[in-house]
């Protein structure tokens, strides 16, 4: 898992980013420039595109890493929400989660593909593009170009896994996320998060990629500061 630090301020962010996102792409690095801005010393990490085991190959190497700080806040995008809502409830000073992937989106959630997963099978065969209008319509030429056409059997598998025994969700966290989503399911978010601690945005899937960026970059800076309070 590839882990870049941006900015030298004193406190310390850690943002686990979503599936093919990396620190290089526009929007990102627009979200970045805002948190360095607001004093973070921010770690990313880039997660796997394909993977075999949820727990070995995403939260391990998080865990790890978080283990080593003293203090530190958490900020997560889509599969990366997923991931930091097993990290332990006590330990960050707050957890912000941008479109969580914690529910399949209807396009995923039928029998054949319930079946493919089974398939033992770690590479990226299922089809798995998504277009601007789905991140936002601010997502640069390079990351879609980049984006991931195709997914593996395993790691839709591992993910599925994974969001069927999440840990409760801790009302002091933080869930900014599209009602019109069409990435992730948005069910489950409204679902397993009360209304006062989520923030609804119009624009596609990627906050930092969406045409409504500007009006909340400052909610979710309060937020990553003072968690659900800030909302």
Not at 48 to 71: G, M, N, Q, S, W
Not at 124 to 141: C, K, Q
Not at 145 to 165: G, K, V
Request: glycine share 6%.
């Amino acid at each position: 898992m590839k882990r870049e630090t941006f900015g030298d301020g004193g406190d310390r962010l850690v943002f686990v980013m979503g599936y093919g996102n990396r620190a290089r792409h526009d929007g990102i690095r627009w979200l970045l420039d805002h948190l360095v801005e607001a004093g973070y010393r921010v770690d990313t990490f880039e997660i796997p595109r394909t993977i075999t085991d949820f727990e070995t190959e995403y939260l391990r190497p998080v865990e790890a890493h978080l283990a080593d700080l003293d203090e530190y806040r958490l900020l997560s995008h889509s599969t990366g929400g997923l991931i930091t809502r097993y990290i332990d409830d006590t330990e960050p000073i707050t957890r912000t989660y941008l479109s969580p992937w914690w529910g399949f989106h209807d396009d995923l959630d039928n029998p054949l593909v319930s079946v493919l997963m089974k398939l033992p099978i770690p590479r990226p065969i299922l089809p798995a593009s998504a277009t601007r209008e789905d991140l936002g319509v601010l997502a640069s030429d390079d990351w879609l170009e980049d984006s991931p056409d195709y997914a593996a059997p395993t790691f839709l598998r591992e993910a599925n896994r994974a969001q069927e025994r999440m840990p409760p969700f801790d009302t002091d966290d933080a869930v900014f996320y599209c009602p019109t989503d069409s990435i992730v399911g948005v069910d489950a978010i409204e679902t397993q998060t009360p209304d006062v601690n989520r923030v609804a945005y119009e624009g596609g899937h990627e906050l930092f990629n969406s045409r409504s960026r500007d009006d909340h970059i400052d909610t979710v800076l309060a937020a990553v500061d003072e968690g659900a309070d800030a909302l």
